[in-house]
C-alpha cells in the first residue's frame, strides 16, 4: 500500500484547449473588473471627500457671516436710533427758545432780572466721597 502517484495527462483535443482559453479569458475579464471597481471605487471616495469637505467648510462660513449679520443688524438698529435723536435734536436746535434754555441751563446765561442759583447735586457729591 505504497502512495504511488500517478500523472494523469490531459487530453490534446480542440474542446480541451478552446475551454482552457475561455477559462484564460474569463480570469483576465474578472480582474480587469476587479481593477475598474477598484478604480471607480476610489475616484468617488475622492469625490465625496471633495464634496463634504466643501460643503462643510461652506456650512462653516455661511454661520459665520449669518453671525456677522446679526451683529451689523444690531449696530444698524442701534445707529438708526441714534439718528432719530440727532435728528430730533437738529430740530430742536432750529427753535430759539430751545437754544435759549439750553444756553441758560449749560452756560449759566440768564434773562434780563433772573438770578441763576447753582444747586450741587446729592448724587455726584456722594459719589465723590
Not at 44 to 61: D, G, R
Amino acid at each position: 500500500m505504497g502512495a504511488e502517484r500517478r500523472t494523469v495527462s490531459k487530453m490534446e483535443t480542440a474542446y480541451a484547449k478552446q475551454q482552457e482559453y475561455a477559462e484564460i479569458a474569463s480570469a483576465r475579464k474578472r480582474k480587469l473588473l476587479m481593477r475598474r471597481l477598484s478604480l471607480f471605487f476610489v475616484f468617488a471616495s475622492v469625490l465625496s471627500y471633495l464634496m463634504i469637505s466643501s460643503y462643510l467648510s461652506q456650512s462653516a462660513k455661511l454661520e459665520a457671516k449669518v453671525a456677522q449679520k446679526a451683529k451689523l443688524d444690531h449696530e444698524l438698529s442701534n445707529l438708526k436710533k441714534q439718528q432719530a435723536i440727532l435728528k430730533e435734536n437738529i430740530v430742536k436746535l432750529n427753535d430759539d427758545d430751545y437754544i435759549a434754555k439750553l444756553a441758560r441751563k449749560e452756560y449759566f446765561f440768564s434773562d434780563q432780572n433772573e438770578i441763576i442759583f447753582n444747586i450741587p447735586d446729592e448724587k455726584k457729591e456722594k459719589s465723590t466721597k
